[in-house]
């Protein structure tokens, strides 16, 4: 009987050929029977025109296992039957599908826009609301009160308490995916560099090592190692941010001001290897761009054991303190079953028990047979997601001065030019990498010159907004800032 | 609050000593290229590799700041030296024809006019928007506010409110779907106003210009009063820029 095709590393090519057609109705059995028996969730899930033709193509993993199977189906008339009811967790997915290619998903409970935040060519945008005398609607943004991104969020309230909170976004669009078509070129890079600002790291690996899938290039150790301290240090520095953050929305100004400029740090360790404070540049198809050499490695480690005491001293505080403890405790919670339900992803995941993390499941660069710590809290709640934060910090402290020890017994070694990236024809490629939000994926699917033909992006944020706006339901609306730092999503990165 | 105390001793003092004294910045920082000697006949490297079209060719290459990320690749591609890139931060410019480099370095003279520092020299509140911004940009302008660069200290601060606000700094390539609120925010802010274009993307589109959905810079729509380079700007950069343009060097 056909399956869908297994495949065992990360990152991954094949030709489109060896991944098997299935019939509509086969393809969604299988995707089911896998999401509900066999512990696999969904990485990715897209529509491709291939030779005129639309299918949908699905890219499923397993945690437990780091197998990943990859299906597809074609499309017949335009339509298929939507799965959402089955599957809460595609319905982001299916709805992109209808926005992007106008395949129709019959029957899908509730097919308003993605990424158009009016009324689009495609569907209406009609905000939930909840009737009653005593029922008020709150709405803020695109643009918000804060230096943040643009979107619109909106409740439906009765008094304080939250019934409803809908999150449109759309308005950061910049239709990247649609740019990133065609022959490859230097902007693609630099475009996926900029996808998400703050996960400048984790975008580009997965870009590259991508390309480097498809062109069977293999990168060096030590371009590896380099690789890994940069994403860390992303990880760190955000987190140090969030928690920096979330201590200004319970206004404890002391850690927030501790660690607005910790931060920052941080940042500029990244800028002493790249140049630039959110690792832009560093990350090219090939390898590294900037090399760490072995007083560099020895002067970042220095720089790292003096920040360590500092950062972690500015958290405990923010820890220690009961006004602020009760803040955070049992506001904004996320079940674990929600998490397996609506397959959220990252840190989401992990501050509801639930490990979801592409360094330790499927592998790559340096992190493969590397005995990675891990973070796990259970309450799901604000305080969780802020532990979470610290843990991984502390891990990472670890973690770096470790790949700057192997990177230093290596640093003789040279890092080599960017290489030549004419892609194969008709090829398929999967990368995933672990931004400090949660997995990122990128696929790449070529046509018959080897130009791109789909290029399909999948940030964490893009599932993980459906559970801020779920664990502001019956909160308080006065919760939301809080809340909402603590998830910190990204709006380019959903929007695209 | 002892611990409080005690964390506030460890931690010191963290505000940095500028503009009086300049800051110490990585050695790798990217800064203002400068553009030297002859080209190879018939050399258009530079111009190909760029992956913003900063680059105009004619006699010598022409480098757009407000459209360069200052990724470094032509000086790599360059086999005479032509183009090398400094580590000079002060990038701002009151007007998008001084951003456009094709000498030596010349150092940032006095942007500001009688006018403005008369107007906002002591208080300047200013409403962001993020039009397409990648989040680099506002993050680096956040860090104003944090102890290092203390911006409040120089009477500057972010507003939550256009209302409240003398002018607006816009970061991202102006997408579509930000056209309207950005037009929107900026005409809830009452006369005098100022308009600040912080980014290579606000300025030009940057690596997104030539994206169907996103613009070729905030000078399409508004008048600018001052373009901030960078991919993002260094927050030094930002800070120097609103220095010079209010009169307080």
């Given at each position: 009987m056909e399956d869908f095709k297994p495949f065992f590393t990360n990152p991954f090519a094949s030709p489109i050929d060896a991944i098997p057609l299935l019939s509509e109705d086969l393809f969604w059995d299988k995707v089911i029977l896998a999401v509900n028996e066999e512990q696999f969730r969904v990485l990715s899930l897209f529509s491709a025109s291939l030779k005129q033709t639309w299918q949908i193509w699905i890219v499923l993993g397993n945690d437990a296992t780091g197998l990943i199977k990859v299906g597809r189906f074609r499309v017949v008339d335009n339509a298929y039957t939507s799965r959402t009811e089955l599957l809460s967790c595609i319905h982001l997915f299916e709805r992109e599908i209808y926005e992007q290619s106008g395949i129709?998903?019959?029957?899908?409970?509730?097919?308003?826009?993605?990424?158009?935040?009016?009324?689009?060519?495609?569907?209406?945008?009609?905000?939930?609301?909840?009737?009653?005398?005593?029922?008020?609607?709150?709405?803020?943004?695109?643009?918000?009160?804060?230096?943040?991104?643009?979107?619109?969020?909106?409740?439906?309230?009765?008094?304080?308490?939250?019934?409803?909170?809908?999150?449109?976004?759309?308005?950061?669009?910049?239709?990247?995916?649609?740019?990133?078509?065609?022959?490859?070129?230097?902007?693609?890079?630099?475009?996926?560099?900029?996808?998400?600002?703050?996960?400048?790291?984790?975008?580009?690996?997965?870009?590259?090592?991508?390309?480097?899938?498809?062109?069977?290039?293999?990168?060096?150790?030590?371009?590896?190692?380099?690789?890994?301290?940069?994403?860390?240090?992303?990880?760190?520095?955000?987190?140090?941010?969030?928690?920096?953050?979330?201590?200004?929305?319970?206004?404890?100004?002391?850690?927030?001001?501790?660690?607005?400029?910790?931060?920052?740090?941080?940042?500029?360790?990244?800028?002493?290897?790249?140049?630039?404070?959110?690792?832009?540049?560093?990350?090219?198809?090939?390898?590294?761009?900037?090399?760490?050499?072995?007083?560099?490695?020895?002067?970042?480690?220095?720089?790292?054991?003096?920040?360590?005491?500092?950062?972690?001293?500015?958290?405990?505080?923010?820890?220690?303190?009961?006004?602020?403890?009760?803040?955070?405790?049992?506001?904004?919670?996320?079940?674990?079953?929600?998490?397996?339900?609506?397959?959220?992803?990252?840190?989401?995941?992990?501050?509801?028990?639930?490990?979801?993390?592409?360094?330790?499941?499927?592998?790559y660069g340096s992190y493969i047979d590397r005995d990675l710590k891990t973070s796990l809290e259970k309450s799901g709640d604000v305080f969780a997601r802020a532990k979470v934060r610290k843990e991984e910090i502390l891990i990472c402290f670890e973690l770096v001065q470790t790949l700057l020890k192997e990177l230093e017994m290596i640093a003789h070694v040279q890092i080599q030019k960017q290489q030549n990236t004419a892609l194969p024809a008709e090829y398929f490629s999967f990368s995933m990498s672990e931004g400090w939000r949660g997995g990122v994926a990128h696929t790449i699917i070529t046509d018959d010159k080897g130009d791109i033909q789909r290029y399909k992006v999948v940030d964490p944020s893009f599932f993980n907004w459906t559970a801020l706006s779920l664990a502001m339901r019956d909160g308080q609306i006065s919760d939301f800032p809080l809340c909402n730092k603590s998830f910190n999503l990204s709006y380019c990165g959903f929007d695209l | 609050m002892f611990f409080i105390l005690k964390e506030r001793w460890i931690q010191g003092y963290n505000t940095s000593a500028f503009p009086k004294v300049a800051p110490i910045l990585s050695p790798r920082f990217v800064g203002t290229p400068q553009i030297k000697g002859a080209c190879a006949t018939n050399c258009t490297a530079c111009k190909d590799i760029c992956p913003s079209d900063a680059i105009k060719l004619e006699t010598k290459p022409m480098i757009d700041l407000g459209r360069c990320i200052f990724c470094k690749d032509c000086e790599d591609v360059c086999e005479e030296g032509v183009i090398s890139f400094s580590n000079e931060y002060r990038l701002a410019q009151t007007s998008r024809e001084a951003l456009h480099v094709s000498g030596e370095i010349e150092h940032i003279g006095m942007l500001v006019k009688r006018e403005i520092r008369a107007l906002f020299g002591r208080s300047l509140q200013l409403r962001q928007i993020s039009a397409g911004g990648c989040n680099a940009c506002e993050a680096d302008l956040n860090v104003l506010g944090t102890p290092t660069y203390d911006l409040a200290r120089f009477g500057i601060s972010f507003a939550a409110s256009p209302r409240h606000s003398d002018g607006i700094i816009v970061t991202g390539p102006i997408n579509e779907h930000m056209r309207e609120p950005l037009l929107r925010t900026y005409e809830a802010i009452s006369e005098p106003k100022i308009v600040i274009a912080s980014g290579a993307c606000a300025i030009s589109g940057g690596i997104f210009h030539a994206n169907d959905v996103c613009s070729q810079g905030l000078d399409t729509l508004l008048h600018v009063d001052l373009y901030i380079p960078g991919c993002p700007p260094h927050p030094y950069t930002t800070l120097h820029a609103l220095l010079n343009y209010l009169g307080k060097l």
């Open positions: 129709l998903p019959r029957n899908h409970p509730w097919l308003k826009p993605v990424r158009s935040p009016h009324q689009s060519a495609c569907s209406q945008m009609d905000f939930y609301s909840i009737e009653g005398e005593d029922i008020h609607e709150v709405a803020v943004g695109p643009v918000h009160a804060g230096i943040i991104e643009p979107g619109h969020f909106r409740f439906q309230c009765y008094g304080e308490k939250v019934g409803h909170l809908e999150i449109s976004l759309g308005y950061q669009h910049r239709g990247v995916e649609k740019a990133l078509l065609g022959m490859p070129k230097a902007n693609h890079l630099k475009q996926v560099e900029a996808l998400c600002g703050d996960s400048t790291t984790a975008h580009s690996t997965c870009y590259a090592q991508n390309m480097e899938a498809l062109t069977g290039i293999k990168i060096s150790e030590k371009e590896a190692l380099i690789r890994a301290i940069l994403l860390e240090l992303e990880r760190i520095a955000n987190h140090v941010g969030d928690i920096g953050a979330l201590s200004g929305d319970v206004a404890f100004l002391t850690t927030a001001s501790y660690c607005g400029k910790l931060r920052g740090n941080i940042l500029n360790l990244t800028a002493q290897i790249t140049g630039n404070r959110f690792g832009r540049g560093g990350i090219c198809i090939g390898g590294t761009r900037y090399d760490i050499d072995y007083a560099l490695a020895q002067t970042l480690k220095t720089q790292l054991k003096a920040l360590q005491p500092k950062i972690m001293g500015a958290i405990e505080l923010f820890f220690r303190s009961p006004s602020v403890l009760d803040r955070l405790e049992k506001t904004g919670i996320i079940p674990q079953e929600w998490v397996m339900a609506y397959g959220f992803t990252g840190l989401v995941a992990k501050a509801s028990n639930c490990l979801r993390d592409v360094r330790t499941s499927y592998p | -």
